[in-house]
């Protein structure tokens, strides 16, 4: 069966510090890979898409990569902030290309 | 320009009764998705309309429905409410496919 993996322990770390985070699937033959960030009480929002055939993309302090190999794809903020203490989620379309499944997410806590 | 919206933002019902929760997409988008989220765990993808048009449905029983309006808004029906339909129910838009969703702030359900 499809599934999708994220860490759900949460992550703590310090201030400035990068933070990683990991989404493992398997049974996805993926045309791309959504991150999305959510905060208590409130709607996801998006961050970043990568595609199959990109290794690496950057957004400002957020980099993702995606390895189709290892089914594996790594979510990492530099120089983390306070503000960044949040829940990240990985989410996959199906095969068929009709549903967007998410991971269990995974919560960011910066300390100051 | 406005978000996705959605109502209502909270919402209680007994067992056995029927709900309607609604969504109003970003202004352009005719990609309408639904989602389930339970305390703790990711979003769970119920629905998903396209030009008032079932593009996608996930693992949910009958007793959920959806439909989609001629200005893309969408309702969301449950039917003999469950304890377990307890949740987060959010709506995303989309310009057409799966990427790049907007969610709305969700309604909170809960069934006594």
């Known amino acids: 069966s499809q599934k999708i993996e994220q860490n759900s322990e949460a992550l703590n770390i310090q201030e400035g510090k990068t933070a990683t985070l990991t989404c493992n699937y398997t049974?996805?033959?993926?045309?791309?890979l959504q991150w999305y960030r959510q905060d208590p009480g409130r709607g996801p929002v998006f961050l970043l898409l990568?595609?199959?055939?990109?290794k690496e993309k950057r957004k400002e302090r957020l980099k993702v990569t995606f390895d189709t190999t290892l089914k594996q794809s790594l979510f990492h903020i530099t120089a983390s902030q306070p503000a960044d203490s949040a829940t990240y989620l990985c989410?996959?379309?199906?095969?068929?290309?009709?549903?967007?499944?998410f991971g269990g997410g995974t919560r960011l806590m910066v300390k100051p | 320009d406005a978000g996705v919206t959605q109502s209502p933002t909270h919402l209680i019902k007994t067992r056995g009764q029927h709900v309607t929760l609604r969504c109003s997409p970003i202004?352009?988008?005719?990609?309408v998705s639904w989602y389930q989220q339970v305390l703790g765990q990711g979003p769970q993808f119920i629905f998903q309309y396209y030009e008032k048009e079932e593009r996608g449905r996930g693992n949910f029983p009958d007793r959920f429905s959806a439909r989609q309006f001629p200005n893309y808004s969408s309702e969301l029906n449950v039917n003999a409410l469950l304890l377990g339909d307890s949740a987060l129910y959010l709506c995303?838009?989309?310009?057409?496919?799966?990427?790049?969703?907007?969610f709305g702030p969700g309604t909170r359900l809960t069934v006594l």
């Open positions: 202004s352009g988008h005719k990609s």
């Open positions: 990568i595609r199959e055939n990109e």
């Open positions: 049974n996805y033959s993926p045309a791309y």
């Open positions: 989410a996959l379309e199906d095969n068929a290309g009709n549903m967007l499944t």
């Open positions: 995303a838009s989309s310009s057409s496919s799966l990427d790049e969703q907007f």
